[in-house]
């Protein structure tokens, strides 16, 4: 169910557009790595802040409130380009081991929100003061830092695995430079038989590109 | 000659690679958050200049273990990397923007300058920084040699 709707995704025009475009991929990735580059440390400022660690003279409000809008941006950024990425080859991405693990921290990210927001980053007024901060602060900041990190070298490690000879999408990337058949949309009549020797080839066109 | 032991283990050039990509998060981040300052977007309550002051260390820091990371990572392969054209353009970038941020970028969060001339000063750090990114990036990516194609 999930890999047809993976399917599906990178069957809409949109991410046909991108994956059959020049440079499109690198593109995004290259903007993924730039918005994370520009934003990324903020949220380690807000955690070590929240572990009474660094910078001195500001207060939680001045770091959690300050930066909450631009994270908030950063991340749309850095979530858009990289869910186009993946979109432009979802089949690719959904058997990936390093995706699934990346997608399940994403997961974890949302429950520590919903955990944690309520309790300490929506409540900076009971954490301000010199006492030490609750624990509750010291465990959401722990474990966003352990989180986030993983999301990192799980993003990086997504690269590490190549794709395997039978993604979909390098027939229908042909199917569509066939005038006869346009309308090629549904992935599995695509995997017939008679069209393995274009997938072969047109594997080692992609394998070539790189 | 010698094997370089950094290409003995598999695991190696990934745990360079991760930290290189968090070291130059720091770095660039740190940089970044006084550009937004200065762009009037984050961080409103602080100056540019505290906030400078306050990140300096952690800027230097990250940036170094960036670079020392990098040339390990240069190291394992230095053929692949010195005749490849998005190599050589991410080697501009970066001496430019380390040049521009001790320079230019500094005297302008030091003298609490303000209005145009410090916003184009955080767009050109900004784009200098996106640009070593971009460079880095597409290493991966293009043929080998001086051309861009």
């Known amino acids: 169910m ?19 475009s020049d440079r499109g991929y690198e593109t995004l990735l290259a903007l993924h790595v730039s918005c994370i580059a520009l934003f990324a440390a903020m949220i380690l400022l807000t955690d070590l802040r929240l572990l009474h660690l660094a910078p001195r003279g500001y207060s939680v409000s001045d770091i959690v409130d300050q930066l909450r809008v631009p994270k908030r941006i950063g991340f749309l950024c850095v ?40 309790r300490v980053y929506n409540r900076v007024a009971d954490l301000e003061g010199s006492a030490a901060p609750p624990l509750r602060a010291k465990a959401a900041a722990a474990l966003s830092l352990l989180l986030w990190f993983g999301i990192v070298c799980a993003g990086r490690g997504i690269g590490y695995i190549h794709p395997p000879p039978f993604s979909h999408h390098f027939v229908l990337a042909q199917a569509t430079r066939t005038p006869l058949d346009s309308s090629g949309d549904d992935a599995a009549n695509m995997l017939t038989s008679d069209s393995t020797h274009s997938l072969r080839n047109e594997k080692g066109a992609h394998n070539a590109d790189h | 000659m010698g094997e370089n032991p950094l290409n003995v283990s598999p695991w190696t050039f990934p745990i360079l690679e991760v930290t290189h990509i968090v070291s130059f998060a720091i770095a660039i981040g740190t940089i970044a958050i006084v550009d937004f300052r200065l762009l009037g977007l984050a961080m409103l309550r602080q100056t540019p200049g505290k906030l400078t002051a306050d990140t300096r260390l952690w800027t230097m820091v990250s940036l170094s273990v960036a670079l020392f990371s990098g040339l390990l990572m240069y190291s394992t392969d230095p053929d692949k990397f010195y005749l490849n054209v998005s190599f050589l353009f991410k080697i501009v970038c970066l001496i430019l923007a380390i040049l521009f941020h001790y320079t230019i970028h500094r005297r302008i969060v030091l003298t609490a300058a303000s209005g145009g001339q410090a916003k184009v000063v955080a767009c050109v750090s900004i784009a200098l920084w996106v640009g070593v990114v971009f460079g880095g990036i597409f290493i991966e990516f293009v043929k080998e040699g001086l051309s861009f194609s």
């Open chain 1, 2 to 20: 999930l890999l047809s709707a993976a399917i599906w995704l990178q069957n809409i025009g949109l991410m046909r557009a991108l994956r059959e």
């Open chain 1, 79 to 118: 979530a858009a380009c990289g869910f186009l990425m993946f979109g432009m080859k979802a089949e690719e991405y959904y058997l990936n081991i390093f995706f699934r693990i990346k997608v399940l921290l994403f997961g974890m990210v949302a429950v520590h929100a919903l955990v944690f927001r309520p």
